[in-house]
Every structure is written in structure tokens, then in C-alpha cells.
């Protein structure tokens, strides 16, 4: 059964740094097109960064400069380090990727900033 698992949610202080993790298993033939959402209470789920094509990313303006998107193919992992967060980056984070040509979504994991 194919799954993904995000990690590394956490309450931190504005200013601070957390790196979340999403890992990916089961019979993969085929992912891509790993990524990140989030979504606040009271929001739609919006995208925050991911892969669009062999390297290429895609970032919502709101955390450029701030947010790196990074993977390992070896396990088909996909990381998020967030730097510099603000308490406007509060929401619960979900990872999302195509596996065998069908959308999957994780759980989500919560991250919240705030003093």
C-alpha cells in the first residue's frame, strides 16, 4: 500500500527554523511532481513548493527566500526546510506527490509559530 509520512511539524518561535520530512513507500514504479502544501484554519490549502520537473521548482511568493524544497530519490523522500518563519506561516503541512500515475497526500503535520 503506497503511503506518504510527513514529519518534523513542531511548535517554534518566530524567527526560528524547523525542516519537515515527507517519505514515501510501498510499490513505487514511478513518483514525481513531490511537494508541499499547507493549509490555516479558517484557509484554503494552498501550495508552498514543489518539484514540477526533474529540477525545476515552483514556490508561493509568500515564502521565497525563506523556504527550501530538497529531495532524495534514493528514498523517495522529500524535505522542506523553513527558515526565518513568521507566525503567519502557521497551518497544518501537507506533502503530496504522483505515484504510478495517481495523486497521493499525507496526513499532514502541524506547525505552529508563535512566541
Known amino acids: 500500500q503506497v503511503q506518504l509520512v510527513e514529519s518534523g511539524g513542531d511548535l517554534v518561535q518566530p524567527g526560528g527554523s524547523l525542516r519537515l520530512s515527507c517519505a514515501a513507500s510501498g510499490s513505487i514504479f514511478t513518483i514525481s511532481g513531490m511537494g508541499w502544501y499547507r493549509q490555516a484554519p479558517g484557509k484554503q490549502r494552498e501550495l508552498v513548493a514543489r518539484?514540477?520537473?526533474?529540477?525545476?521548482?515552483n514556490y508561493v511568493d509568500s515564502v521565497k527566500g525563506r523556504f527550501t524544497i530538497s529531495r532524495d530519490n534514493a528514498k523517495n523522500t522529500v524535505y522542506l526546510e523553513m527558515n526565518s518563519l513568521k507566525p503567519e506561516d502557521t497551518a497544518v503541512y501537507y506533502c503530496?506527490?504522483?505515484?504510478?500515475?495517481?495523486?497521493?497526500w499525507g496526513k499532514g503535520t502541524q506547525v505552529t509559530v508563535s512566541s
Open positions: 518539484f514540477i520537473s526533474g529540477v525545476s521548482t
Open positions: 503530496n506527490a504522483n505515484i504510478n500515475f495517481k495523486p497521493y
